[in-house]
């Protein structure tokens, strides 16, 4: 089972050890137990590159090193038991990048490692508001010798392609000589690799002046990358001015410094390293380009650099914070995940997009999912400028000439288009039948993707320009796979997996189905519409892709018409897929604590053939067109399905958090919502130290907007229907909509809504439309 | 999909390379391209030990080194893609064991490799009368210098764990010194090892006087073997004596005899191998017992050896011979098939079973399938003692206790059994979920046999003995495997793959559905029978197995009652699974050829969701029943599954021979026959060179005997209903029946029955009962 969203949601015990607190996430003591769940916890990234949040100095401790390139990809060549024909030949996995960060300091000939020292007064704190990972400590070898270390380091939201160290050690009670070795290393593994490859080998290396260079080029694949670095020294006090030696070999750089440090003086070594690669460059600049990178910010100075990097935070704030007054965990939590998700994706490259566990870690190869489409892009959409949000549909778009040979791969023709299920550059990279060639839903999420884009931001251009080709081959994928059943007289669809990963290889999952015939007419509709608005682009794309052929529409429309929606009226519901009823019907709460989580105690098939449902399936699509469906229709599915939910996918909750709200379950929502909003910083999962959950971090953070804040776009207008859990008194956050940029504060009393630049504007609240005046708030009042 | 038999019906290009001759295999010419499969075809075996036809000396072109020993296994630890749970720890393979028949030879210093040289009149012969594997050929090297080699080879059928070598090399026109080194070589390796390990450690070698010995052990598993051989060499001429020089090292041993030989005079070794194990011995007594065997042998000589080794196959064939007169191909065909099947399982240990590829190659590691339940026993019940057959049973009886545990990880209790789909010591080995967890019809397979032996050998008490606890087992697993549907108010089995692999975790498999309902009221009628025939072993058996719990017999007799068994009236059918007909209807015979065989052009996804079917399935359940399906069921059936069916297996055409039989579709039956009889010797799938379908030559067996010679039991009487082949004008066979051995001949025009000692006996031919007198062999008048 693709379980890449494993969630435990009985959780007996959470691996609590973080001090709470509004802007910060702080680690107050070191535990080395702890250490690989912090080095996730407390990564950095800025769209461009990230890496986990490793010691600069040596640790020879359990440690998973990684420092990561977005974009940069090694194809690890497919490992699995039984070949199925139509599996991809690799697996693209973003990988461990050439090191950065790494220092070496010996102190009187003694190499500092926390994991052999006494340690004290440590900290290592993540300043959320200003992007910045701040640690201090003493340490002490056997002998006494005692040193304090303070350390502080960011990645540039503004300069993609540097970062910065400040390192500053301090002697307690004595006088050592100290020798600091700063290292950009590309001697580098991956932990991950399905048949022990070395995935990079060295190019060249070069020493100038301050700066230090390492070029690097992924086998296979051939992307080239620089990693450089630029240091200086200092003395705080009167010791002696350190002695400077370089040192290269063919796979690495080092500046060394050596000095004896009086007791109490400090020895400061600043870093700025650059990461420029041959995605955006010729492989014969790239020295140049680190070289250029690193003298303007030597020019700038850290001080300066940092202060870009507080003012660049700043601005993401402003967009995207959401204050929940009256818990501070929660509070830490929706920032924790906010934090992260700026960090993991800028919208500055169209060419990338969101892993799972973003620049935290190793799994899961960096590749996209289905969360982006369906999970993700809400958060972008609300948080930044269109086109950010935009740049995650153009990902697919500049795909979908590979999207096409992908389906052509599995028997399709004619321009049909399957998007893969784990992709980095367009082609599939998974190797699970049920998965792979089955979970086709994602073809839906990729074209409700684009209409939830047009419904937020009113681009209907984009069809045009973009969306109508994509629309096309989904259609013509769909139309290809579907099939008339003479028996029923009806189209279905036989063989697929749906989002509940729980049941595999099924005919007519109702969401599938839904998703499918919803996408044929939703790409009429866009037809129409390009027809008639932009009558060139429609000539263009009509063209393009040979459309429109007579018979396509009539099986088209056909298919609109008679495709087979799975019920059962007596029970009132849809059916996850046809036969869901003859199974034995029990309840999560029925089942012993003791087998959950059921991915960790059930056999593949005891779970295949259960009733438990993985993550929302039939309510996932009653979430996605929740206006097309009156509210009895969700209560009744939502109270039959959720109680079969064991939400074992961290995507699991939001969409019940979600519909709960809408439903006034407030207490289901928010029972539900804590299980998410602090899963990885309260490890309820036990596996944080592999790597932060990227993308459910978007799930929670529509389950606080769209579910407890009640956000929703209905018929081109926006909802607001604010339903607080009872310990929270007051919830605000902002949100863009259609050149709108609103701010709204809601507490259980009333809720206050004001236009970024006084526009006026207009909204739903509680089923009731209420419009602004220019350059005033609205202010409305909730019925308790 | 583990389409262990993988089958291309639709073939164009056979490798038919290959003399047909009645009794021999033979190959007149050497062409390396055809090496690897004639390895595989001329693989010789007695049960306990096999060896493909490698040759005795140095060979440096491609080559599969194999050289097997029933029962000696290593467990592989298994390697997949993505783990699911229940997947087993390990793959028990079968491995390449301690070559016992390599030989170094050496002419003037340069070494005979027959890739290298120059090679005339080469032939290698199958003698499958007598056991025994013969090759002859002239070659030379480049400076001129030419050798005749004669060499035969057997693996004694009467002394287990004998073996013999004769190899004479006549010098050509010169009189080189010839070195030819004798060798037992501990170092092997598998090729299929899933982390290129090597599976054997060395324990200890020895040599003492003409005898040389290896111990080696299975990593892991433990097993050791000696492997020994007692050399000897003599010179037909007036050459030197051969000086003798011996060697070994940590894991091998070898013999050497030099001299110079003259033109003309020939130089003649012998080399007697045995190998003993720990499965038959303890460990310090197997150096001990190669000795005495060898002793044995050499005492007796090579001549006197050979002579016992054409008494056994004189003796195996008058049992096992299939006559068809007037086409050599097919008698060619069906003879090699009854070989294999001799030399694979001889029924002296019934720890032992049948791989798919017999001794014949590493492929499927020598495990057991349910391939000996469903078409291998028929084989050795016709024509071997009940003795033999029932250690099949009692095969899987031994294994009982595994089963229990194995359906325990899959979370059944109470003592249910699920038997692994793949298994060497009772444990599942296999690791695809849908076929591990899902192919459960295999439980069923297993209740067969034990009604099919009885049926046909009329020993009732095996069901006291053993078969009753087996049954019960089964029937518990069937229990709790069936879920009652509150929509259908059937029972339901959900999950599952049927025997037509090509669809995966169905609901309702017509035929597994069908033999679990089967299995609980056998199961019921055998408790019945054990309670009347043979109380104190119910009593036992009642104990053992905590048996009967009247909860439990009340719900075996509902799901007896209530079976949900899928069909469709109005086309007059079972289905296959729910759903079946939803598929687009489409026949075999409309495919583009290019698209043949659908497993190698196809992606899973879309072989899964046609129409098409790999081998009988609701087929299968009618052939087990055929008596309890009126003709024009069947016929309705046959009709319409047929013709879906791509026979991708190769397991598939048999059973539709003999269904074909029966309804008198002759050409059908023949055009299907044909594809299997010669599938090995004509390559259809080229694939020989990977070993023999040995489990499909069983089948073969069947389609002959069942099929054209219309063999059924039913209702305690033997059927025998010929239809013959217009080609064929004779077809002649032995079975065991019920304590009878009697000798079926039968033409066009009639038929010929007589028991072996005179005795009398009944049969039904044509539907018409006809009894014969003592000592006189009965004739049918066939009505055409």
């Known amino acids: 089972m693709s379980t890449y969203h494993s969630f435990n949601f009985k959780q007996i015990l959470m691996h609590k050890y973080l001090i709470e607190d509004e802007w910060m996430v702080i680690e107050d003591h070191f535990d ?18 990230g890496l986990r949040a490793n010691f600069e100095e040596s640790y020879s401790g359990p440690s998973l090193q990684g420092s990561y390139i977005a974009g940069i990809y090694y194809p690890d060549k497919t490992r699995v038991g039984w070949w199925k024909n139509g599996y991809p030949e690799y697996f693209a996995k973003v990988l461990n990048a050439p090191s950065w960060i790494r220092m070496s300091i010996q102190v009187d000939g003694k190499e500092l490692d926390l994991f052999t020292m006494k340690v004290h007064q440590f900290t290592r704190t993540l300043d959320m508001h200003k992007g910045l990972m701040i640690r201090e400590f003493k340490a002490s070898w056997p002998d006494g010798t005692t040193i304090k270390v303070e350390t502080e380091r960011f990645l540039s939201m503004k300069r993609k392609e540097i970062a910065a160290i400040r390192y500053r050690i301090t002697p307690v009670d004595c006088s050592p000589e100290i020798n ?11 932990q991950d690799s399905n048949y022990d490859e070395k995935f990079w080998e060295p190019i060249t290396t070069k020493i100038k002046d301050h700066q230090a260079f390492v070029v690097s080029r992924t086998r296979k694949s051939g992307f080239e990358v620089c990693t450089a670095q630029w240091t200086q020294v200092q003395i705080y006090g009167d010791s002696e001015t350190p002695k400077i030696q370089t040192n290269k070999d063919n796979e690495s750089v080092s500046a060394s410094y050596r000095s004896r440090v009086r007791a109490g003086d400090t020895i400061e070594l600043i870093k700025f390293a650059a990461v420029v690669t041959s995605r955006d460059y010729t492989t014969n600049e790239l020295i140049l380009k680190a070289e250029e990178r690193l003298t303007e910010v030597a020019k700038m100075g850290y001080l300066s650099l940092r202060t870009e990097q507080f003012d660049s935070w700043q601005h993401k704030w402003e967009l995207s914070d959401i204050r929940i007054n009256g818990d501070v965990s929660a509070q830490q939590g929706i920032r924790f995940n906010i934090f992260h998700l700026n960090q993991t994706y800028t919208g ?3 060419r990338l997009n969101i892993g ?6 190793e799994k899961y190869g960096g590749s996209t999912y289905w969360d982006t489409e369906a999970f993700c892009l809400p958060f972008y959409l609300s948080t930044t400028d269109s086109q950010i949000a935009k740049n995650l549909l153009v990902y697919r778009y500049r795909h979908l000439g590979k999207a096409i040979e992908n389906a052509e791969k599995l028997g399709f023709t004619d321009g049909a288009a399957l998007y893969p299920m784990v992709t980095i550059n367009g082609e599939e990279c998974h190797n699970e039948w049920e998965i792979t060639f089955e979970e086709i839903h994602r073809n839906g999420a990729i074209a ?3 209409y939830n884009y047009i419904r937020h931001t009113g681009d209907d251009y984009y069809l045009a320009e973009k969306g109508l080709e994509v629309l096309i081959a989904l259609s ?22 749906g989002p509940n990963e729980y049941e595999n290889n099924v005919n007519n999952n109702w969401y599938t189905n839904y998703l499918a015939a919803w996408t044929l007419a939703y790409t009429m509709e866009s037809l129409d519409l390009v027809l008639e608005n932009y009558p060139d682009d429609f000539d263009r794309v009509m063209e393009l892709t040979g459309w429109p052929v007579k018979t396509e529409i009539n099986r088209w429309q056909s298919i609109i018409q008679n495709m087979f929606l799975p019920e059962n009226k007596e029970v009132g519901i ?11 019907q029990m309840l999560a709460s029925e089942l012993n604590p003791a087998i959950r989580p059921l991915n960790q105690h059930w056999s593949w098939d005891r779970i295949l053939r259960s009733c438990f449902i993985k993550q929302a399936d039939v309510l996932q699509g009653l979430y996605f067109f929740e206006d097309q469906f009156d509210l009895e229709t969700i209560r009744r599915n939502f109270d039959f399905y959720e109680p079969r939910t064991v939400h074992e996918s961290s995507l699991s909750p939001c969409v019940h958090v979600i519909l709960a709200s809408k439903l006034g379950y407030t207490d289901k929502a928010y029972e539900l919502y804590l299980r998410t909003s602090r899963l990885d910083l309260d490890d309820y999962n036990h596996e944080v130290h592999e790597g932060c959950h990227i993308t459910s971090m978007a799930g929670t953070w529509m389950a606080v907007v769209e579910g407890f804040g009640g956000m929703e776009v209905s018929d081109n207008q926006l909802n607001i229907n604010p339903v607080l859990p009872d310990t929270w008194k007051e919830l605000s956050f902002t949100i863009h909509f259609r050149g709108l940029l609103l701010h709204i504060v809601a507490n259980h009393k009333q809720i206050t809504i004001s236009e970024h630049q006084g526009k006026p504007f207009q909204v739903i609240v509680s089923r009731q439309a209420h419009r602004s005046s220019e350059g005033k708030p609205l202010c409305v009042r909730i019925n308790e």
């Open 448 to 450: 409700y993707a684009i």
């Open 348 to 350: 500055h490259d169209p």
């Open 356 to 361: 799972p566990k973003g620049f935290t870690g």
């Open 180 to 190: 600091a070795n700063l290292i950009i290393d590309g001697d580098v593994r991956n």
């Open 476 to 497: 013509r994928f769909w139309s290809q796979r579907t099939t008339f059943s003479d028996v029923k007289q009806k189209f279905v669809i036989l063989g697929v997996t």
């Open 574 to 584: 849809f059916l996850q897929q046809e036969g869901y009823l003859d199974k034995e």
């Open 32 to 49: 080395p137990k702890f250490h690989k769940s912090s080095e996730s916890l407390f990564s950095l990234g800025n769209g461009h590159m």
